[in-house]
């Protein structure tokens, strides 16, 4: 057969980036970047050849799995998910409804079918014990985004295409490529900023890879971020630096004001004694800040999973919004995607109309925070969760305490797992649904588009064919929806859903169709390289969806938090402030099983500052302990100017030394699991997030 040429977005990390993908009777030949891709220009990062890796991969299961007497088995889709689907309904009809839990890990945004077909399934389970890993990695943007703009999904973006004055708190985008902001080729962009006389400050407790792109990098005390944003804020209200724009008349005033007398405590001495940043180098940054004619904050999973992660967000808003540099060019913008997730307008905010079984931590958007789940299988009483699926997802390595998790899925009824590897979560389960995945699906990036710095649309065919006999995601998540349904019409008589089925492009057709653009899929499968649909443009107030269709700056929940924070003590010194970080060649656990990805040096190590590694004369590669309230584990050292003195950083993602799991290349390299150390019980007080970055910790040698 000739040589095919594909063209395909990737779907391995949020930036989206366009492949040319070369085929010969249906293996792949080669991948590189596609030059003519309207959004990424040719660029993309060593993930994008693990797509291959990712398709060949003899661990990858491509047959349903059933455990009997222990030991795995594989089995027919027909009866394996007769067994999970008539499992679930017997467990509700035994202990009630929400006795059946759902976890949707990460990759469910980075895969079509199960963005646009899971919630159905999901919504015929009919359980409100819902988790996912939004609640350990991005809530407080969502938050935010619902209380102050009227949706939880219009999330704005920076305009990094047109800002002077770039400043990331809590990110490292050369590694990230964004994350929750679509910008493929980060390094491209810093350089356009650079040359046109930007800057980009770079403020975190660690010298990252982006530190190294930007003009200035500062030291931040782990956690501390709320003290620096709030400072900030009382700079711009001391210094007359407000300017609301075309915003003014949508703004309530009374709140600006009741925002200024919020503030007016955190001035630089306080800020200074709580982030350990000098009051010279704060006032400078307040300045240089206040004078840039585009300025735009952005903040990431360093802020977004601290003690004040959620109130973090909400001072970004703000901040952006005082000074001039929101729904601006250059500034925090809305995006304007073919398929827009965030028009629906809801009555009140999704947030605390129900609360988790132990600890009554509240919802959000219809889940619960994830580090309540193994408490709520774990404790005994009315409304335990007795069955868990898990789709996507692999929360015993990114969830605080997986130890804990290990053992309350060891404990349950009865558990499915719809995943392509037998993992340290999925090893648990009774049954495993193995969907076709990565070049063997077709793509359109719904979520990501929703969050990109450009406005763009591709879809893609699928670059090989499935294997024989396998099921796209969708067509699992319909046939067990459609399973549960009939089985529970059987046993109790409840009728089930009269809605119409449809195939995942008829489905994505109509989102198109009715979208902003008015695209038709037939026309976008026209344009393989993608359609361009215009830069940013101001969108404001006219897309506000708030239940009085103002923007709403101070929303009570935030003004009942900053006052917690003004009352806040001093909090004790700790030893040790532990942080994670991310390696480019992987996205967490998902790529670890591939050799390309992994290879080279151990890259799961604990980074220590000199100073501190001469207190503890540990040397570069020595085997040290770090301890947790929660665990201990035993990790090499890597001595490094890097990090901030009296923090450590260990890589999310590994651990892979589980019994029970089919994973070569990532057992070998098991590494240590920074969720182990996390504590489940830290949570930011006002969302319930899971507080995963200033852990407290101790170095034992």
């Known amino acids: 057969m000739p040589i095919e040429t594909k063209y395909r977005t990737c779907n391995l990390c949020e930036a989206i980036c366009g492949l040319e993908i070369k085929v010969e009777d249906n293996k792949v030949i080669s991948i590189r970047g596609d030059e003519e891709d309207t959004f990424s220009r040719g660029h993309i990062c060593p993930k994008a050849v693990g797509l291959k890796d990712l398709h060949e991969d ?77 609640s350990v990695d991005q809530l407080g943007h969502h938050l935010a985004a619902e209380t102050m703009f009227g949706n939880g999904l219009f999330v704005p973006v920076p305009d990094i295409n047109r800002t002077d004055f770039w400043v990331i708190i809590g990110g490292n985008p050369m590694v990230s490529n964004g994350s929750m902001m679509t910008a493929p080729d980060i390094r491209g962009r810093i350089r356009d900023i650079q040359e046109r006389e930007g800057r980009i400050v770079v403020i975190d407790p660690r010298f990252t890879e982006t530190s190294e792109k930007a003009d200035e990098h500062i030291f931040i005390k782990p956690g501390t971020d709320i003290w620096l944003l709030m400072g900030l804020m009382n700079f711009v209200y001391q210094n007359d630096n407000i300017q609301l724009g075309h915003l003014a008349d949508a703004i309530d005033e009374y709140k600006i004001e009741a925002i200024g007398q919020a503030v007016d405590s955190f001035d630089l001495d306080i800020v200074a004694s709580r982030t350990k940043i000098s009051k010279e180098k704060l006032s400078q940054f307040y300045t240089d800040y206040c004078n840039a004619n585009r300025a735009v904050l952005y903040g990431r999973l360093g802020i977004s999973a601290n003690k004040f992660g959620g109130l973090c967000h909400w001072a970004i808003n703000t901040l952006n919004i005082l000074t001039g540099n929101f729904d601006t060019e250059g500034g925090a913008m809305f995006t304007n995607p073919a398929v827009n997730v965030s028009s629906k307008k809801s009555p009140v905010p999704r947030f605390g109309r129900w609360h988790s079984r132990v600890r009554n931590l509240p919802e959000y958007g219809g889940e619960l925070p994830s580090s309540t789940l193994a408490e709520d299988i774990l404790e005994p009483g009315e409304g335990q969760i007795r069955a868990l699926i ?22 349950l009824d009865f558990m499915v797992s719809i995943d392509i590897y037998l993992n340290e ?82 489905k994505l057709g109509f989102l198109l169709e009715f979208g902003p653009h008015k695209l038709s899929l037939e026309e976008l499968k026209k344009h393989p390289h993608g359609l361009d649909l215009g830069a940013l443009e101001p969108q404001l107030p006219k897309r506000l969806i708030t239940p009085d269709g103002k923007l709403n700056i101070y929303p009570d929940i935030y003004q009942k938090a900053v006052e917690r ?20 060649r992987s996205n967490n656990s998902w790529m670890h099983n591939l050799h390309r990805m992994t290879k080279g040096p151990n890259t799961c190590t604990a980074l220590v500052h000199p100073e501190d590694a001469e207190t503890y004369n540990i040397n570069d590669g020595d085997h040290i302990k770090i301890r947790s309230r929660i665990n201990v584990v035993e990790i090499p050292a890597e001595v490094s100017d890097e990090i901030m003195k009296g923090t450590i950083s260990i890589p999310h993602g590994w651990g892979h030394n589980r019994e029970g799991i089919r994973l070569q290349t990532a057992s070998a390299k098991a590494g240590v699991s920074f969720n182990d150390l996390a504590d489940d019980q830290l949570v930011d007080e006002l969302s319930g997030v899971s507080v995963i970055n200033a852990i407290p910790v101790s170095i034992e040698v």
């Open 425 to 506: 979560t999925t090893r648990h389960a009774d049954v495993i649904l193995p969907p076709a995945t990565g070049l063997e699906t077709p793509h359109y990036p719904i979520g990501f588009h929703n969050l990109a710095i450009h406005n763009t649309a591709n879809y893609s065919d699928a670059a090989v064919d499935k294997s024989e006999g396998a099921l796209y995601d969708w067509e699992i998540f319909s046939r067990l929806k459609k399973e549960v349904e009939e089985y529970r019409l059987e046993k109790t008589g409840e009728e089930k859903s009269d809605k119409p089925t449809f195939t995942l492009e008829q």
């Open 390 to 411: 898990t789709s996507c997802g692999n929360p015993v390595l990114s969830v605080p305490n997986g130890r804990k998790l290990d053992d309350a899925f060891e404990s």
């Open 58 to 134: 003899p661990d990858r299961l491509k047959n349903p799995l059933i455990k009997r007497n222990g030991q795995w088995h594989e089995t027919t889709w027909e009866e394996a998910i007769a067994y999970a689907a008539r499992s679930i309904v017997d467990v509700q009809i035994t202990h009630g409804k929400d006795a059946v839990a759902v976890y949707q890990g990460n990759p469910s945004v980075h895969n079509l079918g199960t963005s646009l077909f899971s919630p159905d399934f999901v919504r015929s389970i009919k359980t409100k014990n819902r988790y996912s890993a939004t």
């Open 565 to 584: 924070l003004v009352n806040s003590q001093v909090e004790e010194d700790h030893e040790f402030l532990l942080i994670g970080r991310r390696n480019l």
